[in-house]
């Protein structure tokens, strides 16, 4: 039992260019509307959420994504999803897209805490603190 | 049992514009991607399956789209495909978008059967349009 | 000399689907960008600054949408804009997609004004309502 | 005179999410864009003719993206694009978007050469070798 997260997508034939497969720049989209649905399953509280009830947003400072393999509407492509790092301010995930059991795109994300409607840094809640951190140590 | 098609759809923070509600553009790309699902459960063939193992495909030649009521992540978009008119080389699908249980916008969408590679409009095979007469007849 | 708002868009690879044509989706993102361009030329202000800095937004209502011939990235899509229809609280757009001279797609876009922040109908400003009526009064 | 390739994009409201400043899933997408538009401009032909007319493609391997300042749609978003290194069967570009004469992003972006239709990778052709090492060579 592994318990890493896992989102299921479906990608459409709107998702493929005239080569036949997942035009590229919906590939980050994917993977951060994953991101996004690893919060709202483990917070309880998606993006959306996460600014209008809890008053904090995780604005992104940078992504890096490596394509290793094409992705097609042939299998749902399942994005596994893991916080790997918690600085005081920051957070970084990892995310796998596979199809059909063959990884096809891997990438490290990360964000910063800030306070809604602004964009200073702060520190996460304490209970997200707890949350991640527990997360991390069960995803060596 | 009404046996009307369901898509469900998870509407994310990367798709709310700054009013806190799905921007519109997102809302044909939504009806479309369920008509797609539509086709791969039905047929068992997305619009990806029809043009490169079935060698046809379904262009649109018209859209209609009436918004009732905005659509938002908190809950899920539940999109009811369903076909209500097919003529000798086009058909017509009516999808109603729904949150909550509230319909949130409504839409009529017209393809034509073509040729894979072409653009030459042509008869559905037969056994779509079995398929669809079929369909069409249980959702009076 | 028409003076009929254009707005120019680079359709690209990546807007295209396998079928080697600008994907049915990304239509209404063309049409509804060039209505925001409208709004950007004309009023001075898109629809970003029209809720930020003057207190007001337009959500849709409506989208009819009449596709004639594909689009692709072998040329500039012109969109050409007008408002057609002003009622006490309502506007009416038509746009029409052009490229190398030949129509590809035409449309009717309904908004509804409303206050900022809300989604309480309103009617427009003084200064807006002339600037509409006298543009649809030079679009017969 | 630099002679570093410019794309200019056009923000708008529906790039933009509820914290009023573009989605980080658009920026990919733009950086992107802006890549194509240098290919474009540079040889005269962007991904699309390239694989239809030229025979070849450049899918990505990897992409890097560091995001410094909000994107917003209160200026336009001019992407600075330029090839950075050519591999035997590779090409990394740096693309950075400034708003305003602010660095908002800047990226790196690899693809490798392929065959069009299908995936298996080649040197380039000897006029777009020419072409980039000349451009390598004039963007110390």
């Known amino acids: 039992m592994s318990g890493v997260f896992q989102h299921s997508i479906r990608v459409g034939w709107g998702n493929c260019d005239p080569a036949g497969i997942a035009y590229t720049g919906w590939l980050p989209m994917f993977a951060l509307q994953s991101i996004d649905a690893w919060w709202a399953d483990r917070l309880g509280a ?33 994005c596994e999803v893991a916080p790997v790092r918690l600085g005081r301010t920051s957070i970084t995930f990892r995310v796998v897209g596979r199809q059909d059991g063959v990884d096809r795109f891997s990438g490290s994300f990360t964000s910063v805490f800030v306070t809604h409607g602004g964009l200073e840094k702060r520190e996460p809640p304490g209970h997200v603190r707890d949350l991640v951190e527990r997360e991390i140590a069960g995803n060596p």
């Open 46 to 78: 998606g993006w959306y959420e996460m600014e209008f009830d809890h008053g904090f947003g995780t604005p992104f400072v940078s992504m890096r994504l490596d394509f290793s393999s094409p992705v097609t509407p042939r299998h749902p492509l399942v």
